[in-house]
């Protein structure tokens, strides 16, 4: 089956100063799959994906976002983009409904405050404002902030970091639910277990380079096929699977 790049990146160079922080990287992102972009503390990721996302010039190469180059449709682009806010983004003294609204109004979109809390399950916290939530909470909320201008294409940054298993597996429930309506999933995770989990496809970043691209169980493969053997039997479930399994899937709120 043919498939559509809803973004095309070509020969893609940052460097500030001297220092090369993304070294002439191509790759390609397919209409409707979950993307993983991996690497290490300062290979280049968050650089790239904030170039994407209009926030950072580029020094040199070509980027085309569904079908609208970077340089000359910035602002195209950003109406069908939805990037998760960080903590500091939101109002502290505006409950969840309020900061929606204020969203909608900068959107100039029409999007019903409650109707978008209920995907999130977070109806019960309409009144909350964001420091009064918990974790996992919060981090449902930001991806929320996401969806409100219906983008095509949504980008999150470690999206579950910190939280814990429940409120993990519940994220990455959201998180394919929202691919599974039609949106095209960006995410950065220094979780590999996740990654395997959620991503049809990953890119691995390393000092500016991507070093390798493909689906994970692929790229497990080759891995497999090259002589590499784990010193450690591998089981059918880990203890992140016991510890589910044990305490059950419903979340924890603080």
Request: some cysteine.
């Amino acid at each position: 089956m043919l498939k559509t790049p809803i973004i095309s990146v070509q020969h893609l160079v940052k460097n500030y100063g001297d220092f090369k922080a993304v070294k002439d990287i191509s790759f390609e992102v397919y209409q409707g799959e979950i993307f993983g972009l991996l690497g290490p503390n300062g290979a280049g990721k968050s650089t790239t994906l904030e170039i994407i996302e209009t926030l950072r010039e580029k020094t040199s190469g070509t980027i085309v976002v569904d079908g609208m180059n970077l340089d000359t449709h910035p602002e195209s682009i950003k109406k069908i983009i939805g990037v998760q806010l960080q903590s500091a983004g939101f109002y502290p003294n505006l409950n969840l409904v309020e900061l929606i609204e204020l969203f909608v109004g900068l959107y100039q979109t029409n999007i019903e405050p409650i109707a978008l809390l209920e995907k999130v399950n977070l109806v019960d916290k309409a009144k909350s404002k964001f420091k009064e939530l918990s974790g996992g909470q919060k981090q449902r909320f930001s991806i929320a902030t996401t969806l409100i201008n219906q983008p095509k294409i949504i980008f999150l940054d470690e999206p579950t970091t910190g939280l814990d298993p429940q409120a993990r597996r519940n994220l990455w429930d959201l998180i394919k639910e929202i691919r599974q309506n039609g949106t095209t999933v960006i995410i950065t995770t220094h979780y590999m277990d996740e990654a395997e989990v959620l991503c049809d496809r990953v890119a691995i970043i390393d000092s500016g380079k991507i070093i390798a691209i493909n689906t994970p169980n692929e790229l497990i493969d080759e891995l497999v096929a090259s002589g590499f053997e784990k010193t450690k039997e591998v089981k059918m479930a880990n203890l992140e699977d016991v510890f589910i399994h044990k305490t059950g899937r419903a979340l924890r709120e603080d």
